[in-house]
């Protein structure tokens, strides 16, 4: 999800399991209505303006109610953040493993970033504006996460595109996230349906030219 690379009013890919209880289910939607609830805000007044009363009100609870999830205004950005790159490094992992070849396995993870970035602006505009207002450790954690994810992508170009160097592979792949991650600051509500194709046809041209 980096900017080069780059969860919010829509769901960010995630390896969690679904809880197997009733109440079991009813946190994990609670946490996760927080946490879109918190994209929002982030992205619309940058996460130092947003306070804990804020997130609990626009999800529904009060603030303190917000502790029962998280230990801080921090844990809410770090879960944000975390959680998206941890879906998109899992998702696109099953993506390629799916794959009966290395062109099938492009042409989906393209796909897959696609449905992320018109699923998700807000959490791509808190990643590029509050990235670091993480603490190190959390910021590590999500960065890490990015590079394994991009890696993904250099392994597959590496399979249709041999003889270039992974340096220049990588260079592709970080130039078509920030290609796809634009979409927050160019589509419009509604716009979607056509959006997509034509970021799935620029990005793959851009990486298989």
Avoid: C
């Avoid at 590029?128 to 207002?133: G, V, Y």
């Amino acid at each position: 999800m980096e900017r080069g690379t780059g969860t919010g009013s829509g769901s960010a890919p995630t390896g969690a399991p679904t809880p197997a209880t009733a109440r079991g289910r009813a946190k994990a939607e609670r946490r996760a209505e927080l946490l879109r609830a918190a994209a929002r805000l982030f992205a619309e007044r940058g996460y130092p303006r947003v306070s804990l009363d804020d997130l609990g009100a626009a999800a529904g609870v009060s603030g303190p109610a917000v502790y029962r999830h998280f230990a801080s205004k921090q844990a809410v950005l770090a879960a944000v953040l975390l959680d998206a790159s941890e879906g998109l490094r899992t998702g696109g992992a099953a993506v390629v493993a799916a794959a009966a070849d290395a062109r099938t396995a492009l042409e989906r993870l393209v796909a897959f970033h696609v449905d992320f970035a018109l699923a998700n602006p807000d959490v791509i505009r808190v990643q590029d504006h509050d990235l670091d207002s993480l603490a190190e450790p959390d910021r590590h954690a999500v960065r890490t996460l990015q590079r394994q994810y991009v890696e993904l992508w250099v392994d597959v170009l590496a399979r249709l595109r041999p003889e270039e160097a992974r340096a220049a592979l990588r260079t592709r792949a970080h130039a078509t996230f920030g290609l796809l991650n634009s979409t927050p600051y160019s589509d419009r509500p509604g716009a979607s349906a056509g959006t997509r194709g034509t970021l799935e046809r620029m990005a793959l041209a851009a990486l298989t030219v």
